[in-house]
């Protein structure tokens, strides 16, 4: 007979939950409303898998040969706020987090179990998410456009709607929260709620 996992499901206590941060939101909002909202309850869902963890749990690669650890994870989400929120729609040209064009995969590469490369890594998800916040918060509609000339967002290059974007940010997160589940079942049995 097969056994059931859901019972090792965690949330703050340890317990089972039906007050998820999914379920806390706006209900009913307007289109703008719900999709800020749906990004919200991504990044605090993905804080929240990976919280309680130290530098070498966070380091730690899933099966060889992936670099793929959390730590990796919030290192490439940090690196993916950027490029949409300040480079795309904002127009800033800045300098690549974690990435380089000699290491294309520095945000995994680079996710090593010190603590500060760890603190550094939450330092910029958090400035990142912090800048994406206000910018969404003071855009005037979804219907501003960002212009991307490279394609680095599958949009065929050329401009995109704040809309699009939050869909596709969206799109990333759900995209990496399944990793991210089987990263941490992986360092201590627990699964995600």
């Known amino acids: 007979m097969a056994t ?22 706006p209900r009913l909002g307007n289109e703008r409303t719900t999709l800020v909202e749906a990004m919200r309850c991504q990044r605090l869902m ?7 963890l130290d530098a070498e749990a966070m380091a730690r690669r899933s099966v060889e040969p992936s670099t793929m650890s959390l730590l990796g994870l ?7 706020e950027r490029a ?9 040209h800045l300098p690549r987090l974690f990435c380089c064009d000699t290491d294309r995969d520095g945000d ?16 910029a998800w958090r400035a ?28 065929g290059g050329g401009p995109m709607s704040l809309r699009e974007v939050l869909v596709g940010m ?3 997160y759900a995209r990496n929260m399944d990793h991210v589940d089987l990263l941490r079942e992986r360092i201590d049995g627990r699964i995600g709620q």
Do not use: Y
């Open 74 to 80: 919030a290192r490439h989400l940090a690196k993916v």
């Open 170 to 172: 969206i799109e990333e």
């Open 4 to 25: 059931t996992r859901r019972a090792d499901m965690f949330t703050a206590d340890g317990e089972p939950s039906d007050d998820g941060p999914r379920e806390n939101g």
């Open 84 to 92: 949409t929120f300040r480079g795309l729609m904002a127009g800033q």
């Open 46 to 52: 993905f804080e929240m898998k990976c919280a309680g």
């Open 128 to 155: 990142e998410v912090d800048f994406a916040t206000r910018f969404m918060a003071a855009a005037p509609s979804l219907d501003i456009t960002g212009t991307e000339p490279l394609n680095q967002h599958g949009s």
């Open 108 to 123: 995994f590469d680079g996710a090593v179990p010190d603590p500060q490369v760890v603190a550094q890594a939450w330092h």
